[in-house]
């Protein structure tokens, strides 16, 4: 039986032209908290490498005032900068605005905290690099905003795609792929669920490069596939997808810690990001079942030849991801 992973190199032209940074796409961050009435402790985060930043600028809206002179530093990878503001009137309908966001391809997540215990998240991209305190959100705006906050993680976090990709190489027919992708899933949303909420928890910079390898296993597993021949890594794919899921869900959690949770919402955060994670997974395998059968039909090219290309593709994608991030580690 021909296998339906055979033909998913035009899905995966997209990942080589990305970034071998891969799933360490991360957007800037401001965390605004009401540490008194009208009184707020500020910090803005914005990536960096090095000493080099992104010129990014957070404002704040007019009618608040700094009450202390900035902290700026650079911690790891980011560069942080601490402030402490009045604002007459307090925040809402006030305006926050990102400058030199228009010419970035990255985005800015607001988080604000106030004394009641009420929260909101804004995203500011490129397109709209504003937003406008409410004074608090809905219950149904908070998940709206963690659910696309997680299709788009899981959309820019190529080698966790790549992952899937690479098992869905390996599965002989589509119950398989159900079954591996749900064990997938469940495996992280574990970790993502227990990491998020504190219970546990591992370095981020190890876990990256570990997901990089786990990424290079599966290629190399692909490539010592042989007629007639059921290996382990085929027979039980869902084995292998549960064992990684429980790591790839540390990545995940890795940048929710960033974004934050809500204190008033933290139960229907974490569900609604884990939902957007596997519902831009869900979209992912769809398309590439979709794409896979469309190269199939009109381009008629040969899956044996296809799919060992892939695997050289994949695991050399894996590596130039991993090397980087093991440098890192010790920096």
Same mark, same amino acid.
């Given at each position: 039986m021909r296998k339906p992973g055979a033909l998913f190199g035009l899905p995966l032209l997209v990942f080589l032209g990305a970034p071998a940074t891969a799933h360490e796409v991360r957007?800037?961050? #401001?965390?605004?908290?009401?540490?008194?009435?009208?009184? @707020?402790?500020?910090?803005?985060?914005?990536?960096? +490498? !090095?000493?080099?930043?992104?010129? #990014?600028?957070?404002?704040?809206?007019? +009618? /608040?005032?700094?009450?202390?002179?900035?902290?700026?530093? @650079?911690?790891?990878?980011?560069?942080?900068?601490?402030?402490?503001?009045? /604002?007459?009137? !307090? #925040?809402? $309908? !006030?305006?926050?605005?990102?400058?030199?966001?228009?010419?970035?391809?990255?985005?800015?997540?607001?988080?604000?905290?106030? +004394? $009641? !215990?009420g929260s909101e998240v804004g995203r500011l991209m490129p397109e709209a690099p504003s937003f406008t305190a409410a004074g608090a959100q809905t219950s149904l705006e908070v998940a709206r905003t963690y659910f696309l906050l997680g299709v788009e993680h899981i959309m820019l976090g190529f080698d966790h795609l790549i992952f899937v990709l690479a098992l869905m190489l390996l599965l002989h027919d589509r119950f398989m792929l159900f079954k591996t992708i749900t064990a997938f899933t469940v495996a992280h949303s574990i970790t993502l669920a227990g990491a998020s909420l504190g219970y546990f928890s591992l370095p981020q910079k190890p876990v990256e490069a570990t997901i990089a390898l786990s990424i290079a296993f599966v290629a190399s597993e692909l490539l010592k596939v042989r007629p007639n021949e059921v290996r382990y890594s085929e027979a039980c794919p869902w084995v292998i997808a549960f064992a990684f899921g429980l790591l790839h869900g540390f990545g995940f959690s890795g940048a929710l810690k960033e974004i934050g949770l809500p204190q008033s919402d933290v139960p229907l955060s974490l569900l609604t990001f884990n939902l957007g994670v596997e519902a831009g997974q869900i979209l992912f395998v769809t398309a590439a079942l979709a794409l896979a059968w469309a190269a199939r039909a009109i381009i008629g090219f040969h899956p044996a030849l296809a799919r060992r290309a892939i695997s050289y593709a994949i695991g050399t994608s894996a590596m130039l991801w991993f090397i980087p991030r093991i440098a890192t580690m010790a920096i």
């Amino acid at each position: 039986m021909r296998k339906p992973g055979a033909l998913f190199g035009l899905p995966l032209l997209v990942f080589l032209g990305a970034p071998a940074t891969a799933h360490e796409v991360r957007p800037a961050y #401001l965390d605004i908290r009401e540490s008194e009435p009208d009184g @707020f402790t500020v910090l803005w985060k914005v990536p960096a +490498q !090095g000493r080099m930043r992104l010129a #990014l600028d957070a404002h704040l809206p007019k +009618q /608040c005032v700094e009450t202390a002179a900035p902290i700026r530093s @650079f911690e790891g990878s980011a560069y942080l900068e601490r402030r402490v503001v009045d /604002c007459a009137g !307090g #925040l809402r $309908n !006030g305006e926050i605005v990102v400058d030199g966001l228009k010419a970035t391809l990255t985005e800015a997540l607001v988080r604000i905290e106030y +004394q $009641n !215990g009420g929260s909101e998240v804004g995203r500011l991209m490129p397109e709209a690099p504003s937003f406008t305190a409410a004074g608090a959100q809905t219950s149904l705006e908070v998940a709206r905003t963690y659910f696309l906050l997680g299709v788009e993680h899981i959309m820019l976090g190529f080698d966790h795609l790549i992952f899937v990709l690479a098992l869905m190489l390996l599965l002989h027919d589509r119950f398989m792929l159900f079954k591996t992708i749900t064990a997938f899933t469940v495996a992280h949303s574990i970790t993502l669920a227990g990491a998020s909420l504190g219970y546990f928890s591992l370095p981020q910079k190890p876990v990256e490069a570990t997901i990089a390898l786990s990424i290079a296993f599966v290629a190399s597993e692909l490539l010592k596939v042989r007629p007639n021949e059921v290996r382990y890594s085929e027979a039980c794919p869902w084995v292998i997808a549960f064992a990684f899921g429980l790591l790839h869900g540390f990545g995940f959690s890795g940048a929710l810690k960033e974004i934050g949770l809500p204190q008033s919402d933290v139960p229907l955060s974490l569900l609604t990001f884990n939902l957007g994670v596997e519902a831009g997974q869900i979209l992912f395998v769809t398309a590439a079942l979709a794409l896979a059968w469309a190269a199939r039909a009109i381009i008629g090219f040969h899956p044996a030849l296809a799919r060992r290309a892939i695997s050289y593709a994949i695991g050399t994608s894996a590596m130039l991801w991993f090397i980087p991030r093991i440098a890192t580690m010790a920096i």
